[in-house]
């Protein structure tokens, strides 16, 4: 009997290729610690599990009502509203856990808060290590910096379900949102050992020559985003866009993974060792 997959949720965070020869842009892609459960050493973008705060009705008191209003059709949630907000609250609560970037304003303002005033990159890096270490919440670090979280920053991108095989699974919507002004991606040394910003070409060509590891998600999210010039045709690519789960299918034999994507191609690779 397969694992019920967890919710979970992902963003694909992306800016500006600024000083790159042909301009175009780049993605925030951590490299996960190889003592880890699951995908261990494989570059991805941030991201993890729906966990129970952050469906609390605490949280409903924390979200910007501009992007809650806009959340009415549930997409992510398959028809429920309530978990399609939960599903982005962790997209947030996950990357600024584990990459230090936070989407959210200050009540009262419109912009994303800025971590460049004096004390507050220091600050806002030690709620992050006690969110990580559970020594606070989400929602009390919102409240104690009366914040609200900008669930509209987030575009709903692609549905992907860890396939049945295995021992963890994760339901995971993916979504892409642009880096926020005036913060710089931190990682957080544990989960995430560290992060880079690199072109979807830069990437997919490491890859291919067996540079770095990634997972079947990633890379056919990255082949996605190579057809896209600029930013704005990756976000202006989701309006209308019908987004479907996606299962992929594994068969392990002698310690190679093939997984078998849903337009017929075959990824073969060995796992990195732990």
């Known amino acids: 009997m397969p694992v019920t997959p967890n919710d979970a949720a992902t963003v694909i965070i992306v800016r500006p290729a600024t000083g790159r020869p042909g301009g175009g842009f780049e993605v925030l892609m951590a490299l996960r610690n190889r003592n880890s459960s699951f995908v261990p050493g494989s570059f991805v973008f941030p991201g993890g599990r729906v966990e129970r705060g952050d469906r609390c009705a605490r949280m409903k008191r924390l979200v910007d009502d501009a992007g809650r209003a806009a959340l009415g059709e549930g997409k992510e949630g398959g028809g429920d509203a309530e978990l399609d907000a939960a599903i982005r609250i962790a997209a947030i609560r ?15 303002e ?80 544990d989960e995430m050992t ?8 830069e990437a997919l060509d490491e890859y291919h020559r067996n540079i770095i590891h990634m997972v079947v998600p990633t890379v056919v999210t990255l082949e996605e985003l190579g057809r896209f010039d600029t930013i704005e045709e990756v976000i202006a690519s989701v309006e209308g866009k019908r987004v479907t789960g996606i299962l992929t299918r594994i068969v392990i034999t002698e310690g190679v993974v093939e997984e078998y994507a849903p337009d017929g191609r075959i990824f073969r690779h060995t796992l990195p060792p732990q």
Do not use: C, N
Not at 94 to 108: D, I, K, P, Q, S
Not at 135 to 157: C, N, P
Not at 194 to 201: A, E, G, L, M
């Open 110 to 189: 419109s912009s994303l808060v800025s971590f460049e005033a004096p004390g507050l990159l220091e600050r806002f890096r030690r709620y992050g290590e006690m969110l990580r270490s559970k020594g606070m919440t989400l929602a009390d670090m919102l409240e104690r910096e009366d914040l609200v979280l900008d669930l509209g920053k987030l575009y709903f991108f692609s549905h992907w379900i860890t396939p049945e095989l295995l021992p963890r699974r994760f339901d995971t919507r993916f979504f892409v949102a642009l880096a926020p002004p005036g913060q710089e991606a931190l990682h957080d040394g």
């Open 194 to 201: 560290t992060h880079r910003w690199v072109t979807p070409r």
């Open 94 to 108: 996950e990357t600024f856990e584990e990459v230090g970037l936070l989407y959210a304003f200050r009540r009262g």
